[in-house]
Structure formats: C-alpha cells, structure tokens
C-alpha cells in the first residue's frame, strides 16, 4: 500500500506547517484505551504528520478506531491482536509512506517507507511493541528478538525504530 500525500490548501495559509521540511513523529503507548488513541490524534491534528502507536485498541476483526484526518496503516495478520499501528495525516505536506509487509509482518511489529523529493534515500521505520512471546518453546522470547534480528538492511539504508520497550520487564 503506498498513499502519497500533497499539502492543501488549508496547510499552505500555515506558513510554520508549510515552511517545514522536517517529517514531524508522535509515538504513544495506549495502553489498549480508544480515548488516549483519540487525545492522541485530537492533540496533535495539524501538528504531527505520522502517528505512531503501541497497545492500541483493536477489535476482533482487527478494526479500530479512525479519524477524518488520519489514514491507519496496520498489519496483515489474522486471528491475533495487532498491538501497532501507524496513522498518517492526510493532509501533510508531499512525501509517501509505503507499508512494507515484505520486511516484517506482525502483530508485534511493522514497517513503513518513506519517501519524500528532500529525502535522497527512503526512510524505513519500523513500530515495534516489544512483546514477550506467549509461546514457551520460543528461545528467543521479545519481539525484538523474534522479528527485528530477521531484518536484512544495506549498510546504507536510513533507519528509525520506535518502540515501547517494555523497560518495566526484567528482560
């Protein structure tokens, strides 16, 4: 799925938005609450350009919440909760986030591309909830350890992981 975005004319009146080059990240822990997923996007509505989410609320169809100026990009799993998700503003100015289920495809992680005419080289970020396994037999027991050490990257390739890392673990 790629989604190109172009800024609109609301954001160009905003000289601050619309002079800005930078690509501008909310990340957030939910803790499973539809009302902190939409603080989240209310806060920042005009503000961030990618919303980036761990724990957030997912039904079992895998459907949560959405918003008129946000489009969800979520993993392609199924009978499993989807603990990430990455929402991008409709309106930001021009870049393309591309979801790359071809890297990682996970309830625990997900990648997006992004690219943009100031970015030379697209961008990989990856979402990560560092989620211990619920299998026993699993050695390698965080996501961290199950999904990231499976990614093959150039030494060039630019990069940015967020994450919860479940620093409160003993892990």
């Not at 000289?15 to 822990?29: E, P, V, W």
């Not at 996007?41 to 980036?52: E, L, Q, T």
């Not at 005419?117 to 199950?146: C, G, M, P, V, W």
């Amino acid at each position: 799925m790629s989604i190109e975005f172009e800024m609109s004319q609301n954001n160009a009146n905003d000289k601050s938005f619309a002079n800005t080059s930078n690509i501008r990240i909310l990340q957030h822990n939910c803790a499973r609450s539809t009302q902190i997923m939409h603080a989240c996007m209310k806060f920042v509505k005009n503000k961030a350009d990618i919303i980036i989410l761990q724990e957030s609320k997912m039904r079992d169809e895998n459907i949560t919440i959405s918003h008129s100026s946000f489009i969800c990009i979520k993993p392609n799993v199924q009978n499993t909760r989807v603990r990430v998700l990455i929402f991008v503003a409709k309106n930001a100015k021009k870049f393309t986030c591309t979801s790359r289920l071809d890297i990682v495809n996970s309830e625990d992680m997900q990648a997006i591309s992004i690219a943009n005419n100031k970015i030379q080289r697209e961008i990989l970020l990856f979402n990560i909830y560092n989620e211990k396994s619920q299998n026993a037999d699993d050695e390698q027991s965080y996501t961290i350890e199950r999904e990231l050490a499976k990614v093959m990257l150039n030494s060039e390739q630019k990069v940015i992981i967020v994450e919860d890392f479940n620093a409160h673990h003993s892990w």
